[in-house]
């Protein structure tokens, strides 16, 4: 591992400055740390702000880049205020990052900084990923994926590093716990923010609360799904669910899996 991470330093080095899209995950955590022990003062780190990413990332993410020491800004990027975002469509992650990559690369030329990097990794191909075209169109740059660095290797490195997110469940932004074509409201992202904030203040890891009007699917880690077999816990979270503004709700008996709303493409 700690030939790996050279090699990523060898290589953030080789890039003179650099701009993290940093949401406070496993991977662009690793990435702002390397980037700052590459780079210094020749790396920032900036984060976007919106009604898709809840409150408790954006205090992980101001808390993880404090204890690396990079620069670190917060910007604001309200997806729902792109046109046809709020619509759902299958690319709809297109029409995100695309926005994103636009705001950071005006960051970037303004601050004289010569690279985008984000943290997507070999393992990401594997999935339908539209984000991936507005990546390419904006110039930005993969270092985990330039390296063939995959997700186990980012979390050993992580935990080598001791890094507090190296076995941070893997996360994605709220809109995709949404169908494809059903439409995506703030007042909807709230009800599935609420939702996931009382699993896991039940202890949960690694779960999904999927929202299909007025149902929520919950996709649990498969180890957990036991639990539900205590019938105070499952009727408190169906309580809770229902008091949130849910009529009716589900366990999904597959459990959590990466991407299951793509399984209708």
Partial sequence: MSEKYNKLLEYLK?????LIAFSGGVDSTLLAKASYDALGDRALAVTAVSSTYPE??????????????????FIESEELKIEGFAKNPVNRCYYCKRELFS???????????????????????????????????????SPFLELGLTKQDIRNIS?????????????????SRFP???????????????AEDYLLSLGFKGFRVRNHGDMARIELDPQDISRLFDEDLR?????????????????DLQGYRRGSMNEVL
């Fill in 180 to 194: 494809y074509g059903e439409e995506i409201t703030s007042e909807k992202l709230k009800r599935v923010e609420k």
């Fill in 56 to 73: 408790r990332e954006r205090e992980e993410a101001r808390k993880y880049a404090g204890e690396i020491g990079i620069r670190h800004i």
């Fill in 103 to 141: 705001k950071l690369k005006s960051i970037a030329d303004s601050e004289g900084i010569k690279f985008i990097l984000d943290g997507t990794n070999a393992d990401d191909l594997s999935d339908y990923r539209p984000g991936r075209k507005a990546a390419e169109e904006m110039g930005v740059v």
């Fill in 14 to 18: 080789s890039l003179d400055s650099v």
């Fill in 235 to 251: 009727l408190k979270i169906v309580e809770r669910l229902k008091e949130i503004g849910y009529r009716y709700v589900a366990l």
């Fill in 159 to 175: 935990r080598e590093l001791d890094l507090p997110t190296w076995d941070k469940p893997a996360y994605a932004c709220l809109s």
